[in-house]
């Protein structure tokens, strides 16, 4: 542990992220990454009464009657416990209980963001075996399943095993079987591509832990030949006769072999899988190897070897690592998301091992498939097409909520663990698809897309901190090239107090010294002569005004996309860019609300347009519903009124109802209709009793709103109100690709909106 640095990362040279911004992150607002939510309103003594004393009888009553009501009238149903004494945190080692809390609270978050499936972390500060056990085993009536994490062998084995008999619900220790499955989908799919047969592979796993044993157990229950598979430790190779360092579990898989170090037993191996620690494995163990060998280096966070290592040693190789910043993370978050979420939709009493098949099969196939045009779009990835660069199913890719949890789910019904059936698969598919917001998946593309064409992006503001430091947090996510504009000496005395040193391929351009200036300013005046603008007014403006310059750069294509707005007013600073930048088509402002419990919905027009006339509300959401498209949404655009369909009666905007007849005429593909109130469009149950009519089958995504009052109060207030993230107004229009963040945005919200300047000038 002694080589882990002080801010916690390791490996600098691939982490797209520092040790400083990974605290940042923990610590803002709100301490952590959890907080717990009230599922039912709790405002006024009735409601009080409902849900507490006395109403709160009835339902304990009714469960004290029949235990299984439970899932009906409490949480139980969709609760875990992810539960750690923090043993062996990551490959990091014994970091304590307390130590472990971040990675159990991330567990829980992941739970949350793939599958729907809420958590809690309990942290046990012992390292004792029975005392764990009885922690554990008197809090099943509140879960549905308990997720055992980061607890070292040989002691997992053993609390897994007992809190599985005690228990009622599943008890699946993570990194045994989570990693096992995961790792046995990948395993699967390299050796189809390098024309394996299980049965004869050689298999050497480096690590004889939790993960290790877990999955020499699940590879030869799925086949493979036991004299085939070698387990090293720290003492080297696991062979029978070997008394140092043993225990009953390594036991099982040790094999009659002269081979006593990890060197010899990779020689001719055919595969490696690393559930070890960083570096464990060298450029010379792998060139012994078989040939096209398969490495699996999935200690975390840093691997065994790296994959620039292995390739570089052994270009014939597949490498995967746990790690989501290569391709082929063979990672548990795979796994346990999707496990639990069918195990929990038909109430498993546990989670067996035609259960773990049917997960492992899943993934195996689903990356076989051919990848769908959507999911290219929303899965991010480098390579989507079945091949050495992907063998396993990226983490984003939106059909993992709606096949894995079916697979487990089908399994638990056969093999008669179930306590509730499943009566239409085709239904709950769907179900399962609407747990997981497609458009929030679609940002990580984005985000993908952008590392993989990397853009130079000129900031405009330079020599203001948050933008600083937004640039660097751009640099080194590998988002692309920042130009910073300002003066070099400000600058740099901003990057000094801040403690932190510019990275390679950030460029600093000073507007006044620029030797660009006489160009732009020529170019300039050559487009505003006829607006008023005499030659020194144009100079003036390029030398002084930062807007103007970056906005001539990125005109002039010495930058491919632009961000402003930190430092000034939103009209001061478009109005510097409208002097160089052309427009196409209707200019406007495009928000996307990211509500947890609702998905994602886009609002339009929320920054230019006060009163936006018919003909712009009809290209406004013809635009928006593009939009909504390649998010990966299916398109359903309400226009937004005080009024729905002529109820209150009022002085309706015209603009609204001739705006729907300007897209009947012009017959678009996508559904949209109004006038209608908010509530209207959100909530399709109301539609459909009060206005079946009406032609949005489900509940609007895009809100084309009637003026800028309404759409700035709905965007600005939200936030506040809800739990819903904000990303926006994102412009639209513009020829070239530049964004304007809202004054005093923060370096995540400038890094964010860099980053889909960037992503438009990829789309151009
Ligand atoms: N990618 C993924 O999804 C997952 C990855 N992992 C990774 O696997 C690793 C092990 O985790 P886990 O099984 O939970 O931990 P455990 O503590 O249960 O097991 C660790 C094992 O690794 C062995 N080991 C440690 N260092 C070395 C080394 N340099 N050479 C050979 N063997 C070594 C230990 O040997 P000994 O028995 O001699 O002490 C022990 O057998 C971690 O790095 C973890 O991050 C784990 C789960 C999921
Ligand atoms: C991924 C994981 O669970 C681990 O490395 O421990
Ligand atoms: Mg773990």
Redesign the pocket.
Known sequence: MDDVRKDGLTDTRTARITGEEALAMHAEGRPGKLEIRLTKPLVTARDLSLAYSPGVAEPCLHIHRNPALAYDYTSKGNFVAVVSNG??V??LGNLGALASKPVMEGKVALFKRFADVDGIDLCLDTEDVDAFVNSVRYLGPSFGGINLE?I??PE?FIIESRLRELMDIPVFH??QH??AI?AAAGLINAAHLTGRDLKTTKLVI???????IACAELLKAMGMTPQNVIL????GVVYRGRTE?MNQW?SAHAIDTDRRT?SQALEGADCFFG???KG?LTAEMIRAMAPAPIIFA???PDPEITPDEARAARPDCIIAT?RSDYPNQ????LGFPFIFRGALDVRASTINDAMKIAAAQSLAELAREAVPEEVARSGAGKQLVFGPEYIIPNAFDPRLISRVPVAVAEAAVRSGVARKPIIDTQRYSRELASRLDVAANALEAIHERVRENPKRVVFAEGEDETVIRAAINFRNAGYGYPVLVGREERINATVAALGVRLPDGIEIHNARLSSQNRRYAEWLYARKQRDGFLFRDCQRLVNQDRNVFAACMLAMGDADALITGETRSYSATLEGLNMALDHEGVLFGLSMMIARRSGTVLVADTAIHERPDAATLAEIATRSAATARRLGLTPRVAFLSFSTFGDPKGSIPGSIREAVKLLDGAGVDFEYDGEMGADVALDAHLRASLYPFCRLTGPANVLVMPGLHAAHILTKAVPHLTSATTIGPILMGLRKSAQIVPTGAGVNQLLDMAALAAYQAIEK
């Open positions: 043993t062996a990551l490959g980061d070292k062998a997992c993570d990194d989570g990693t995961v480096n690590g004889a832990g939790a993960a290790a090293c430790d720290t003492k360092g390594k990890l559930l070890s620690a464990a999935m200690a975390n746990g063979v990672n548990n978050v």
